[in-house]
């Protein structure tokens, strides 16, 4: 089984292609197709997000202590990108193709930086300080999708 940093530097990359994937109907104008693809992109986002902080960030606090460091800045970026999923949908409401388009690209800058934020610092902290990494990715793994429904 993966570790942590594999297991979700695994899953950034596909919330990575999802996001790409819903660029290019929206820059078609294709607003049905946008906002399928956009939806996809945020319930699974949305689900990493849970995963964090459901499972792994509860688990890491636990195991080093540390309730202000780097899982509450992630908590605080989540919040920031989930402000962008709600403007999203006013934009998709809207049919307003600047503005939509400018949260793409402010979502995609923001996540890029968080997710390497996690990638080089979080994800490797947890899996050198959690013993049970491998049963923390099983936990994460078997959790269902509850944004995709």
């Known amino acids: 089984m993966a570790n942590i940093n594999t297991y979700m530097t695994q899953h950034h990359r596909s919330c ?74 006013q934009a998709i409401s809207e049919q307003a193709t600047e503005r939509a388009m400018g949260i793409v690209e402010s979502t995609m800058l923001l996540i890029q930086q968080h997710n390497m934020k996690e990638e080089q610092i979080l994800y490797p902290m947890s899996d050198a300080h959690l013993a049970n990494s491998e049963e923390i990715v099983a936990q994460m793994d078997a959790k269902p999708n509850n944004a995709a429904s």
């Open 16 to 89: 990575d292609h999802l996001l790409v994937e819903a660029e290019g109907p929206l820059a078609e104008g294709n607003w049905t197709a946008f906002s399928q693809a956009w939806s996809q992109f945020e319930a699974e986002t949305l689900h990493h997000f849970d995963l964090e902080e459901d499972i792994l960030f509860p688990a890491f606090e636990a195991q080093t202590g540390m309730t202000s460091g780097p899982t509450m800045v992630m908590r605080q970026e989540h919040a920031q990108v989930r402000s962008l999923f709600e403007q999203m949908q």
